[in-house]
């Protein structure tokens, strides 16, 4: 490394933002009616971190969305409705002319079928040509030769969103196993149920065993290159802060146990949960589940921009969202 590095750039700067829940409706408030939404202000918001990411002084090469792009409520209005909501959600994102990456969030999954998302824009595999293609909602990219990011389908195993193919393996399995974990007569109702346990309601989902030994072959591979990885999921992953059991993926142990089996993990980056909370688990991988847009009061703003330096990842967090230096397990 030449001895003026320290004053060149960052290798790397991406943007980052979690749960916009846009749609064209009245503000109105959560599930348990006592946090308050955003519906059209979160535009607003996408578009300061747009102008933001256009005006940065070190290039923002990529986006990360978290999921949740687009609220169920725009379900209210039909396919039609559902659709033109994602389209105006993705303008601003889209206008920075650098590759968004998504993943899928419950709400997308309230608006339209899977099926549909997977010939959207929100197949991320299709808009960027990421090689090789995938009929697959996950998927993985190397920014930069020493960072990988990986990003999973916290809804593949899931009750959502397979309304047109309910024999699909992944339903059946969730069908299969749900009632078991969650006796009480509404999907979403987790009363009854204690701590973690709390995790098995229908918003939240899994990942298929397929999933889980891709996930361990690119960790395999990443951990032989000595990349870098970043795990990005709608769904947290992190078990440390009991409380939060209520937004959590339904099978994040085993998630867990292939995560920790390499050390080439150093974040996993999540949305869903709207208020944020973080950690660094006991084998040194930095959770952070961003807070959401949706439940930004207008004025604040709600994203972060990374930055990747020699030996760290410096995640800045802009209004509601906090700050974080990740350290590299391989430095550039
Ligand atoms: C999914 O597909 C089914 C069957 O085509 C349809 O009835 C349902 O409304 C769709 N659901 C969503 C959320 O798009
Ligand atoms: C998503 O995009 C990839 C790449 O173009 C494509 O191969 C794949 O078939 C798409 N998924 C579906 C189900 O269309
Ligand atoms: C869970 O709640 C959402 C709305 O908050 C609803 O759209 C969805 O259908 C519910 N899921 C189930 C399986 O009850
Ligand atoms: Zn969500």
Redesign the pocket.
């Known amino acids: 490394m030449s001895s003026n590095a320290a004053q060149e750039g960052p290798v790397v700067t991406f943007g980052i933002i979690a749960d916009v829940q846009y749609a064209d409706c009245e503000d109105g408030t959560d ?1 348990s009616k006592s946090r308050q939404r955003f519906y059209r202000n979160s535009l607003n918001l996408v578009k300061n971190a747009v102008n933001d990411w256009k005006s940065n002084s070190d290039p923002v090469a990529f986006i990360l969305q978290l999921g949740d792009l687009i609220d ?1 409520k725009n379900k209210l209005g039909g396919e039609l409705a559902s659709r033109k909501a994602l389209k105006t959600a993705l303008n601003p994102l889209n206008s920075l002319r650098i590759p968004v990456y998504h993943v899928i969030g419950n709400h997308e999954l ?1 608006n339209l079928n899977r099926s549909f998302y997977l010939t959207s824009p929100l197949n991320s595999s299709l808009s960027l040509s990421i090689q090789p293609p995938t009929n697959r909602l996950y998927y993985t990219f190397l920014p930069h030769p020493k960072l990988r990011v990986v990003a999973l389908d916290s809804y593949e195993v899931s ?1 959502l969103g397979y309304g047109d193919n309910q024999e699909d393996v992944n339903y059946l399995a969730a069908c299969a196993m749900f009632p078991e974990k969650n006796p009480n007569t ?3 109702d987790t009363s009854g149920l204690q701590g973690l346990e709390r995790r098995w309601a ?2 939240n989902g899994g990942i298929s065993s397929a999933q889980m030994t891709w996930l361990s072959q690119v960790l395999e591979k990443a951990q032989e290159k000595e990349e870098n990885v970043i795990i990005i999921s709608h769904i947290g992953l992190q078990n440390e802060i009991k409380d939060y059991g209520i937004c959590l993926l339904w099978n994040y142990d085993e998630v867990m146990s292939v995560v920790h089996r390499y050390r080439c993990v150093v974040g996993v980056f999540a949305g869903h949960e709207h208020i944020g909370y973080d950690c660094v688990d006991d084998h040194g991988v930095q959770h952070i589940t961003f807070p959401g847009v949706i439940e930004t009061r207008p004025g604040s703003n709600c994203y972060a921009t990374a930055r990747m330096w020699r030996d760290k990842l410096v995640v800045s967090g802009v209004g509601i969202v906090p700050s974080f230096t990740i350290p590299l397990r391989y430095p550039v």
């Open positions: 599930f169920g309230y009750l509404e999907a979403n229908a918003f």
